[in-house]
């Protein structure tokens, strides 16, 4: 009997999913009219006859549209805010090339003194980072930056990646 209510309850459930569903006011498209904050322009039109088969000859004159509704003066104060918090900033976000991860801390200063050899031009930097230790090589504000010493990376240290981490701003 339980099978029974339970299989009837499935089958109404079934049926009222499949219903077709109303459209309601929230599923017209969005749509407004901005022609009451448009500018208005009348231009004066000149017309003078011509005597060439009584055609009519037409010259605008094209004047400077004066604005009403500027918003200089908000875009200004906000640039200014962002001025502002861009001269406290101390670092950004940006990557480094991570050469070696791991333990032991010997294997590390090898693969330090191996990049000093190998690539004289890149800096490395070895860090410890409880429990690891981390040698990272550079430091870039984007990808795009970063990737040609990244591919030259990879001749020597097949395993290097470019690892997000703060740059800091002089």
Do not use: W
């Not at 861009?86 to 950004?92: D, G, I, K, P």
């Amino acid at each position: 009997m339980a099978k029974r209510v339970a299989l009837f309850g499935l089958l109404i459930h079934l049926l009222m999913s499949c219903v077709a569903q109303k459209q309601s006011s929230s599923d017209k498209p969005y749509y407004e009219s901005l022609f009451e904050v448009r500018p208005r322009v009348t231009v004066p039109v000149d017309s003078t006859p011509t005597s060439n088969n009584n055609t009519t000859t037409t010259t605008v004159r094209t004047e400077p549209v004066a604005f009403n509704n500027t918003v200089n003066e908000k875009v200004d104060v906000v640039l200014d805010s962002i001025d502002r918090f861009n001269l406290m900033r101390r670092s950004v976000d940006g990557y480094t090339i991570q050469i070696y991860s791991g333990q032991n801390r010997e294997e590390a200063m090898n693969t330090k003194k191996k990049l000093s050899t190998e690539l004289p031009d890149i800096l490395a930097v070895l860090q410890y980072q409880q429990p690891k230790f981390r040698v990272t090589a550079g430091k870039y504000f984007s990808k795009l930056e970063a990737y040609p010493d990244l591919s030259r990376l990879r001749t020597v240290f097949p395993t290097a990646i470019l690892v997000p981490e703060k740059v800091a701003i002089k």
